[in-house]
């Protein structure tokens, strides 16, 4: 595990997935900070969330020469996100179904990456016409693949029971209130805290295994059936 791992509060990113302009996500994400720090173990001090909106990040489509899984980055960019995403030991991800997926300046930014992923906990916030349903799973398949263990319980906002019409303008595409029903912050409540007991848990294991891929030191066998 990263030193990040090691010892004191879980560091937890929340991070927001999409980067369009006049999206949801960012309303989303505020509520779901606002739950999270009223969370009985981040009041205990057992764990701090940080913001981490993909949009101010400013990523380029991939331009690693290199493929993540050997740790060689070579922008600056990928450095600065490295640096971002190593230093949380669990994430919670806010994304929105975009026909059947993630966006894709959420898949660029996991793709950036391997290291800063592998072994750490995840939860799914996801939202859209269906809940966002489809975009999760397939977020949980990304993020199995680069060893990211994603948690059971998700929490799935719908655009018609989760936000308020009420005086919108019909003209305006991306009109509507943030209101989430009765049970949501319960739901995100559940998820949070099996993300924290998950990540106590990898932090207690402390088992003898194939050792992690260099962040951004040297170079690493490659793993089979990986490829750039």
Not at 41 to 47: E, Q
Not at 145 to 166: K, N, Q, Y
């Amino acid at each position: 595990m990263t030193n990040a791992q090691s010892a004191g509060p879980l560091r937890i990113g929340l991070i927001v997935g999409s980067t369009r302009p006049g999206r949801r996500g960012a309303a989303i994400g505020r509520w779901a900070m606002e739950v999270a720090e009223r969370h009985e173990m981040v009041r205990a001090g057992d764990a701090v969330v940080t913001l981490v909106d993909l949009a101010e990040q400013e990523l380029p489509l991939l331009d690693e020469p290199v493929p993540a899984l050997f740790g060689d980055y070579r922008r600056p960019h990928t450095r600065r996100w490295a640096a971002v995403v190593d230093a949380c030991d669990a994430f919670v991800f806010v994304t929105p179904d975009y026909n059947r997926s993630i966006p894709a300046a959420l898949k660029n930014g996991i793709d950036y990456l391997y290291a800063e992923w592998a072994d750490k906990v995840a939860g799914v916030l996801s939202y859209g016409v269906q809940g966002g349903n489809r975009a999760a799973d397939h977020l949980g398949a990304i993020l199995t693949e680069v060893r990211c263990v994603v948690v059971p319980t998700g929490v799935a906002l719908s655009i018609f029971t989760d936000f308020d019409f009420s005086g919108a303008d019909p003209g305006d595409r991306n009109a509507g209130r943030f209101a989430p029903g009765d049970g949501r912050e319960a739901e995100l409540s559940r998820m949070l805290a099996e993300v924290v007991t998950w990540s106590r848990a990898l932090r207690s294991a402390d088992r003898p295994g194939p050792a992690r891929p260099a962040a951004r030191n040297g170079v690493v066998p490659a793993l089979p059936g990986r490829a750039g």
